[in-house]
């Protein structure tokens, strides 16, 4: 499996400017080679390289770096077409969607370039790179992160790293391929129930509260209101210093819930069943004064972490439909709307049993998740002679 480890770039003052210079020059190049693909009908690699690699070089960027740029806006393209595709930005016609069609891909002046090993080289022992610039080549370049990132880039790193700066501070982010261990025959399957008021709860009796990241929320949304009706220069440079942190908070409060998940999942020897809730913003009907609590709702990456470092330790992970696990009774599987008295109460309308809506919820969920990976696995029946 592939990892993706981040680490913070510390150039001197000239190093610094050459880097920025650089990242400035390719996604201006970038934006010209897309210009080019757009007005000739995004043609292949090979086709689009034949039209813009001499003026790539002629402004001054290397054959590696000229090859790098070219991809990257074949990628663009490609990942644009794909969400086209999956109707991402909307139907044939809808606002969205022709905008994005009827003009070419552009990039920022901070926006990644890829660099491959012959354009960057790592010392870990020194903690420093060696990077292309349109400067010249710059060594010595220290970086810093913690001693487990250092250990996976030293014995897993493959492939390129990408370039970045992000408020005045420069990235680099490497792929790091890892061995995945083998997946074991869990002996059960620990249902997790996404929400906004608990934001998981396990099957195992765990509860993550969402009381404090939904009141933070409303404290940053509000701060933000503040700043932005007060429109000095000191609020927008407050602005711009606070930008991301909510987003920051949430990864973390996500992390430090699917750690224990699949802590509790793998120390158990159970695997994991998730409730797949893809496209539930746009099948869910709010009030207006309850839609940024719904769009600010993070279900998407607590599922992505618990996925990742599932498959990190081995744990088995299957992704069921939620449909009516709020509604059916965990004791005796009767379905009735009435079952949900409210948002934490269930009460079975067949046999009495009255426990949280969560709870409930998240057995049914582990309960599909026995039936959907006793469905998915190999057949042990022996051959017939």
């Known amino acids: 499996m592939k990892i993706v480890v981040r680490v913070k770039l510390m150039p001197e003052a000239g190093q610094a400017a050459a880097l920025r210079f650089t990242l400035r020059t390719v996604n201006e190049a970038a934006c010209w080679v897309s210009a080019v693909a757009f007005e000739r009908g995004v043609p292949r690699e090979y086709e689009l390289r034949r039209h813009t690699y001499a003026e790539l070089k002629a402004r001054g960027l290397g054959a590696q770096a000229a090859q790098h740029v070219i991809k990257k806006v074949r990628d663009a393209y490609t990942a ?17 969607r022709v905008k994005a069609e009827s003009k070419p891909v552009t990039f920022r002046p901070q926006a990644a370039q890829p660099y491959d090993d012959r354009c960057l080289s790592w010392q870990y022992d020194a903690r420093t790179v060696s990077v292309w610039t349109t400067a010249g080549r710059l060594k010595n370049v220290r970086f810093v992160c913690s001693p487990d990132a250092l250990t996976m880039l030293r014995e897993h790193r493959r492939g390129e790293s990408d370039l970045i700066e992000r408020d005045g501070v420069f990235y680099l982010v490497a792929v790091c391929d890892i061995p995945e261990p083998e997946v074991y025959e869990p002996v059960g399957f620990v249902g997790v129930d996404l929400g906004i008021v608990n934001i998981a709860t396990a099957s195992t009796g765990y509860r993550a509260a969402g009381r404090g990241l939904n009141r933070y929320r409303k404290r940053q949304l509000a701060l933000r209101k503040k700043l932005q009706a007060k429109g000095t220069k000191s609020a927008r440079r407050l602005l711009k210093k606070r930008a991301r942190k909510e987003a920051r908070h949430t990864a ?20 994991i069943a998730l409730e797949d809730l893809t496209g539930i913003r746009s099948r869910v009907r709010h009030r207006k004064d309850q839609r940024t609590s719904l769009h600010s ?13 599932a498959r990190r330790a ?3 992970l299957v992704h069921v439909d939620p449909a009516y696990t709020s509604q059916q009774c965990s004791q005796c599987g009767h379905i009735d709307r009435k079952n949900r008295v409210d948002q934490a109460t269930f009460a079975c309308r067949s046999c009495g049993a009255l426990m949280h809506a969560d709870d409930n919820a998240s057995h049914n969920l582990a309960r599909k998740g026995e039936t959907v990976w006793t469905a998915g696995r190999e057949s042990r029946v022996p051959a017939t002679p």
């Not at 644009?80 to 969205?96: E, Y």
């Not at 990456?301 to 618990?306: I, M, N, P």
């Open 252 to 271: 973390d409060v996500n992390h430090v819930i699917s750690k224990k998940i699949v802590t509790t999942a793998e120390r158990t020897g159970c695997g």
């Open 80 to 96: 644009l077409k794909a969400n086209i595709r999956a109707g991402n930005l909307g139907r044939p016609g809808a606002k969205r």
């Open 314 to 316: 081995g744990v088995p």
């Open 297 to 309: 709702w993070s279900f998407h990456q607590l599922a992505t972490f618990v996925e990742y470092k």
